[in-house]
């Protein structure tokens, strides 16, 4: 047994002598595996050893590869930056104000020296004496004195004509001012917006409300409207209109009408068929950019400034009375003769709707005045404008006509060269129809 014991003592520190090293180097293994085990328990301690780490990760990444990086973190920056205003509504609005704050002021003290100077300019061309005599022309007809100088101030432009087919929306000619809006892509695109707003319009309100729209307001710009069946014409406009421009924007329809009236009726959508429209448009944009161009233009003035003197103001004084006074006579005179004294203007009747035939009634108008008048042909063609004075109108049809009339009393209709008699009196409406027989209704 004794020599059994010695043995196992032996093995034992021979072992030991022999895994000494390799129990030490355990022991420390175990010891280094607690340590990290315990350090991934504790998030403090494992964020404070993968700082450094992450960050000089991220930062080789975005080097390497930033476009990738972008696309990855651009779906979580969106919701992030939501939901921290909606929570931090006051700590971004501090943050951002010093970067914001500044812009906008920049900007906004740039538009002010902008504005200011825009408005010297105007108001230098505004008043002078071309402004004084229109001002007192709006007290003459009694119009507020500042509207007097908005032409001046907000000279008056037209930027582009369109004609545009009522049944299709398609665009049948278009005159522009400025070379640029010549080829422009959307003028298809324009066209069916204004042929939708009308439908719409009309939808909206119901068929028993009769009438189209007239003007639409885009931003800055106005857009005038003037509609005859089967077309009406669009005028893209900036600044202060003429009283009159409407009227002159149907005139120039009518115009039109009368003498491409069959062109107009059998459109397809070659809008080669109509390019010879293009002209009294073009013409029309080229009467308004002279006369904004001569009332914008400043008057030079001559060296001396005898203008500043106390007789010449008293000469333009007595110059302004004079006027005043004349054109008050005239006003007065013109009143005062009775309208059959007066000889209307004979003016050339435009072309016939329909070609003469042997089975065709010929309705002739003479206005005395400021007349409007709808007149439907055989229930398929209609013409609805205001006529002034002097002006002469002819239709055609082979069973009747339907007439209205705004001011019966300063229209005078014949029917084959023969008068059809007193309508009614002065600004009176009435409603006709009229057949081979003459007047059959009234009402």
């Known amino acids: 047994m004794s020599s059994d014991a010695q043995n196992t003592a032996g093995v034992e520190r021979l072992r030991e002598i022999l895994l000494s090293q390799d129990r030490a180097h355990l022991k420390t293994l175990e010891l280094e595996l607690q340590n990290l085990r315990h350090t991934i328990a504790d ?8 700082n450094p780490v992450v960050a000089d990760l991220l930062e080789r990444k975005i080097a390497s590869s930033g476009a990738e990086m972008a696309e990855i973190v651009a779906p979580l920056m969106g919701p992030a930056i939501k939901r921290q205003v909606a929570e931090s509504k006051d700590e971004m609005v501090e943050a951002l104000y010093p970067v914001i704050g500044q812009t906008v002021r920049r900007a906004v ?32 007809v009694g119009m507020p004195e500042p509207l ?23 665009l049948m000619a278009h005159a522009p001012a400025a070379p640029e809006h010549e080829h422009n892509g959307k003028l298809q695109m ?23 729209l007239h003007e639409v307001k885009y931003g800055d710009k106005m857009i005038f409207v003037a509609a005859n069946p089967p077309a009406f014409l669009a005028a893209v406009t900036m600044g202060a209109a003429p009283l009159q421009f409407s009227d002159k924007l149907r005139g120039l329809l009518r115009r039109i009408h009368n003498t491409w009236h069959h062109e107009l009726r059998a459109f397809d959508g070659e809008a080669s068929t109509l390019q010879a429209v293009v002209a009294p448009m073009q013409k029309f ?36 009375g004079m006027l005043f006074a004349g054109a008050a006579w005239f006003f007065w005179q ?3 003769t009775p ?28 206005l005395d005045g400021r007349v409007w008048m709808n007149v439907v042909t055989d229930n398929q063609d209609s013409t609805d404008f205001i006529f002034q004075r002097g002006e002469v109108y002819v239709w055609r049809a082979r069973d009747h006509f339907r007439v209205a009339v705004g001011n019966a009393g300063q229209t005078e209709l014949f029917l084959d060269g ?23 209704e009234k009402y």
């Open 418 to 440: 023969e008068s059809l008699g007193l309508l009614g009196e002065t600004q009176q409406s009435v409603r006709l129809l009229i057949t081979h027989d003459g007047i059959v």
């Open 334 to 336: 013109s009143r005062a």
């Open 190 to 212: 324009m066209s069916g917006m204004l042929t939708a707003i009308q439908d719409f319009t009309k939808d909206a309100f119901g068929s028993e409300n009769a009438g189209d």
């Open 109 to 140: 003290a740039e538009a002010m020296r902008k504005l200011v100077k825009q408005i010297n300019e105007r108001l230098d061309k505004a008043f002078n004496l071309q402004t004084t005599w229109a001002r007192l022309k709006a007290r003459m």
């Open 285 to 320: 944009l080229t009467i308004f950019s002279e006369s904004v161009a001569a009332s914008a233009e400043p008057k030079k003035r001559p060296d001396s400034h005898w203008y500043t003197t106390t007789v010449a103001k008293i000469s333009y004084g007595v110059l302004l």
């Open 148 to 170: 007097a100088a908005l032409p001046q101030v907000f000279p008056f432009t037209i930027e582009q004509l369109f004609l545009i087919d009522q049944r299709t929306g398609l």
């Open 339 to 366: 309208p059959a004294a007066q000889a209307p203007a004979q003016a050339a009747a435009p072309p016939a709707l329909l070609a003469a035939g042997p089975n065709l009634m010929r309705l002739e108008a003479r």
């Open 43 to 50: 998030k403090e301690a494992l964020l404070a050893s993968l």
